[in-house]
């Protein structure tokens, strides 16, 4: 099977972790749920961790646990000065123009917050698509379905893709559908939760090296098992 596509996850992916959109995104989350549900700070600091590991996001738990107003929560945690915390990158967009495949992301984030951190890094017309939270049903990557959900709409089969995550949790469902994994960050990934060594095909620092991985990959595809 030839590859086809290059899917990329977006938040802390294409940018590098500490670059402080995660912090800041993290910090509304925060406010928003000691706001809405009414807890304090260390409260919903707790319900937060709790939330990601039982449901993969404090999205899927507020959905699964409370009856709140998703799009609201959508709107305000997303709502924030990109600009302020990324630039265009130029070196980013040589790598993804080097790689002769077609290229989605797909993010647990909104598309428009998708949208926003693509223009700017200045690599937006390197991307045919951006499947957010929406699009998928508001089904977040801890499920498989979220991701059958992805490729529906990709119209591409599992095997033909391969995935760059910097989250090792989101991999398995990927794995299982037959797609190439790449891990970036793998050392600061979420530690705390297991996943089998099988579900890691490459892990590479950073972003960056993504192309020479996939380059690899084309080769080796080429030449047959
Ligand atoms: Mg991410």
């Not at 951190?117 to 045919?128: G, K, P, R, S, Y």
Request: glycine residues 8%; hydrophobic residues 40%; aromatic residues 8%.
């Amino acid at each position: 099977m030839a590859f086809e596509f290059v899917i990329f996850d977006l938040d802390n992916t294409l940018y590098p972790r500490g670059s402080g959109v995660m912090e800041e995104i993290g910090h509304r989350i925060q406010v928003w749920i000691c706001d809405q549900l009414d807890l304090g700070w260390e409260e919903a600091t707790e319900l937060r961790y709790r939330y990601l590991r039982r449901h993969g996001t404090t999205m899927g738990g507020l959905m699964t646990e409370h009856n709140v107003d998703i799009d609201h929560y959508l709107t305000f945690v997303h709502d924030i000065p990109i600009e302020d915390y990324l630039e265009p990158n130029l070196a980013l967009a040589d790598m993804l123009a080097g790689i002769p495949l077609r290229k989605a992301v797909y993010t647990n984030a909104t598309s428009e917050h998708g949208r926003r951190v693509l223009e700017a890094l200045d690599v937006a017309d390197h991307f045919e698509r951006i499947i957010g939270i929406r699009e998928v049903g508001l089904c977040n990557k801890f499920n498989r379905e979220a991701y059958e959900r992805m490729l529906a709409l990709l119209d591409v089969g599992g095997e033909a893709c391969i995935m760059v995550e910097d989250s090792p949790r989101n991999l398995p469902p990927a794995k299982a559908l037959g797609m190439t994994t790449i891990l970036i960050d793998h050392d600061e990934g979420e530690r705390f939760i297991d996943v089998p060594e099988h579900c890691i095909d490459y892990a590479v620092d950073s972003v960056q090296e993504v192309g020479k991985v996939i380059e690899g990959s084309l080769k080796d595809d080429k030449n047959g098992p």
